[in-house]
């Protein structure tokens, strides 16, 4: 087998996860542009990589996935591009009145409302990711850990306690009225 032949049944192997990895990104991140980057990044990541040696290349692209997603949520207060306002409302998933290709209807079915993403959007970046991972995508704790680079039970706790926050048990520690007010307004005046 050639190069091109090892290069092209890799591509292949990776489109066959590309929904998913999309939509693991997209709850994440809230943001489609942002999603599709995170995979870009993935599949970069992938080539590099000694390819024969990954033994769960669905799991191992979820990681790699996942460990951008962290990156790019830890960084995103640092970045010097802001918006407009303050206000941050998660692009919502159109959906077209034609009929969808596979990949569309992965992203589509496994889509959460813009009211999750909202909510998402107050967790930390790691509560973020176990939750994603392992609520959405049933991960297991014992492969999240690494990418966050904690235990087991210590990323269960993460997830525990976002599951509170998204359930609206426990507000978050830095709840600013004025910011969800107008998240609220922006989203009313969208619908």
């Not at 939509?23 to 990589?49: C, F, H, I, N, P």
């Not at 991972?133 to 210590?154: C, G, M, N, Q, Y």
Request: proline share 5%.
């Amino acid at each position: 087998m050639t190069g091109t032949d090892d290069q092209d049944t890799l591509a292949r192997r990776f489109e066959e996860h590309r929904g998913q990895l999309r939509a693991v990104a997209y709850r994440m991140l809230g943001s489609l542009a942002e999603a599709e980057d995170a995979v870009q990044e993935a599949w970069l990541k992938l080539t590099r990589a000694d390819a024969a040696a990954i033994e769960n290349l669905g799991g191992w692209l979820t990681t790699v996935t996942g460990r951008v997603c962290l990156d790019l949520l830890r960084t995103r207060g640092t970045r010097r591009e802001q918006p407009m306002d303050e206000t941050f409302v998660p692009d919502p998933v159109v959906r077209p009145l034609t009929q969808l290709d596979p990949e569309e209807e992965v992203v589509r079915a496994d889509s959460v409302g813009i009211a999750l993403l909202v909510v998402l959007e107050t967790l930390r970046p790691d509560e973020r990711l176990a939750f994603v991972l392992h609520d959405l995508f049933a991960v297991p704790f014992d492969d999240i850990a690494p990418v966050l680079e904690r235990s087991t039970a210590s990323t269960r706790q993460l997830a525990s306690r976002a599951r509170r926050r998204v359930r609206g048990a426990t507000p978050p520690a830095d709840t600013d009225l004025g910011r969800q007010q107008r998240v609220l307004e922006a989203f009313l005046a969208a619908s």
